[in-house]
């Protein structure tokens, strides 16, 4: 029959919201009625997805995504699920597939329990299907609804509703939804409060936290076993404290034993978490023990409450340009002083103000000298340019060509020589057949020359299109190189730098850490690479 040739995925699906419905609706259930399903239509499962613990407004689920590349891929062209809400609850997403993607891949769709099934056109069922996909929707709107005000209830009665504990706490096992203190990173936190307070910075805490070895919030979780994380099988890894980790803990209320519920929200049932304001915030006092006082909470937030003068603003004309030569990421401009306005204005590695030395080192560059190094280098090419272009050009040109696949003679001519044996060849081959045919030639000699006459046409097929890609790269060099020109003629001599002139000419500027030689000189590597044409060694 021709329903035995579908090759049927058999997709399950259940969330932690349907688990309400019982055991007819688990995952080991689903997979028998869908199999009795096949085996009585004489259809064959060639696998079953299966996606626990996955919400249906959700469509970008494991073993979802891994059926939707199997269709396209052609390895299966019939879904069969248990009921139209496996597949999916947001009706716009769940018609996409059942009325586009489904028939645009000529996949049958199959839902048991509601009789749906795309091959019947005539089922009145089909008919009504769009109306079930709303229901599903309004479904999970309304168990959407239900479960914030279940959740708000129990926010007001001072239960915390978290898979883990804050560092500093940890649950409660003779209480369900409350957090006491954790008597190994209690101190650790009183700690961070007792330094900030005292006026030592955060970069200067998050070091001594990583001498101390002291194990990070994620670095805490794996250890324990509540959150596994990859990177925390590296055992360095678990020490590396950020600035921001630092921030995290003596921003956070909830050291004072204040809940704050609602830092992040979804407008509606399908929306993505937004971070909300502080006003928008629920903040229940008293709900745990507290592991720092208010007086020391007071004296921290001060801190944060000092903010430099904002009456005078330098451009960072360097941003996204300026990187780090080791690490590759971009560098953070700063100053000295946040008060004073003519302070020393600096850019170090981003890496290594987040996390310090543990994973890169300052790269310090003071903001000034290379404003300078750049603008010299700038005019030099400006000047160059001026006084001989073509010359210029000519180098650069020397500079990007490939040299090897344009040595002795030019590839034009390469590529006609190895054209002419390949039509050599067919010419060839052809009369062997011919003669083969014949009996002129004998089995074993057609085969061995044959077999050399491929693997010659096979070589010469390959150094062709190398010697073609080498003549396009060669013309898009060409193309680069004028494009360059244009953008240096376009300039004059510059007097002030600014951001405009380094995105017209510059792709990025790396900054390499400075070294000193015997005799005590400072040395900084910056390579900068020019728009169109990279970096020029000259």
């Not at 168990?143 to 804050?166: D, F, T």
Request: charged share 30%; with cysteine; proline share 2%.
């Amino acid at each position: 029959m021709e329903q035995q040739q579908y090759r049927v995925g058999a997709y399950c699906r259940l969330s932690r919201d349907d688990e309400s419905i019982g055991e007819s609706g688990s995952i080991t259930v689903q997979k028998e009625i869908i199999r009795q399903y096949c085996e009585g239509k004489g259809l064959n499962v060639f696998r079953f997805y299966q996606d626990d613990g996955f919400t249906g407004l959700n469509y970008d689920r494991p073993d979802f995504q891994k059926m939707l590349g199997d269709i396209e891929a052609g390895k299966i062209d019939c879904v069969v699920t248990k009921d139209l809400s496996r597949l999916g609850r947001d009706y716009i997403m769940t018609g996409y597939y059942t009325e586009m993607f489904f028939p645009d891949h000529n996949v049958r769709y199959i839902a048991i329990g509601d009789g749906y099934d795309s091959h019947d056109r005539n089922s009145g069922v089909n008919d009504y299907a769009p109306f079930k996909f709303i229901v599903n929707d309004m479904y999970a709107r309304d168990l959407s609804k239900k479960q914030r005000a279940s959740r708000y209830a129990k926010n007001l009665n001072g239960e915390i509703m978290a898979p883990y504990a804050p560092y500093g706490y940890r649950k409660d096992p003779n209480q369900k939804n409350h957090w006491i203190p954790d008597e190994e990173t209690a101190p650790v936190v009183r700690m961070v409060f007792r330094m900030y307070a005292e006026g030592i910075g955060r970069g200067k805490i998050r070091d001594h936290l990583n001498e101390q070895r002291i194990l990070t919030p994620a670095a805490l979780l794996h250890v324990r076993g509540e959150k596994h994380s990859e990177r925390m099988e590296i055992e360095d890894n678990r020490y590396q404290w950020s600035i921001t980790m630092i921030s995290t803990i003596v921003k956070n209320q909830v050291y004072l034993g204040n809940a704050v519920h609602y830092r992040y929200r979804k407008a509606n049932h399908k929306s993505r978490l937004r971070k909300q304001a502080k006003e928008n915030q629920l903040i229940i006092p008293g709900v745990h023990e507290p592991i720092i006082d208010t007086d020391t909470w007071e004296r921290v937030q001060k801190w944060f409450r000092v903010h430099p003068d904002r009456t005078v603003v330098h451009e960072n004309i360097f941003m996204g340009v300026a990187k780090c030569a080791d690490c590759g990421k971009s560098l953070n401009y700063t100053k000295t002083s946040r008060k004073k306005p003519n302070a020393t204005r600096y850019l170090c590695c981003a890496t290594y103000t987040t996390h310090g030395k543990a994973r890169c080192t300052m790269h310090y560059t003071n903001y000034t000298m290379l404003s300078e190094v750049v603008k010299q280098r700038l005019n030099r090419l400006i000047g160059m340019v001026k006084l001989d272009e073509d010359r210029v050009r000519e180098r650069i040109l020397r500079e990007k060509e490939s040299g090897d696949a344009f040595a002795g003679e030019t590839a034009a001519k390469k590529i006609a020589r190895h054209e002419k044996r390949q039509s050599e060849i067919s010419r060839i081959y052809a009369k062997l057949y011919e003669d083969r045919a014949l009996d002129v030639v004998s089995d074993e000699n057609f085969r061995m020359l044959s077999t050399k006459l491929q693997a010659e046409q096979a070589q010469l097929t390959a150094e062709v299109q190398f010697l073609k890609d080498s003549v396009a790269e060669q013309e898009k060099t060409t193309g680069d190189v004028d494009g360059f020109m244009t953008a240096i003629r376009s300039v004059e001599h510059i007097d002030e730098l600014d951001a405009d002139i380094i995105n017209a000419l510059i792709d990025r500027i790396d900054v390499g850490e400075k070294t000193t030689d015997e005799s005590g000189q400072v040395f900084q590597r910056i390579d900068i690479s020019y728009r169109f044409v990279g970096k020029l060694d000259f």
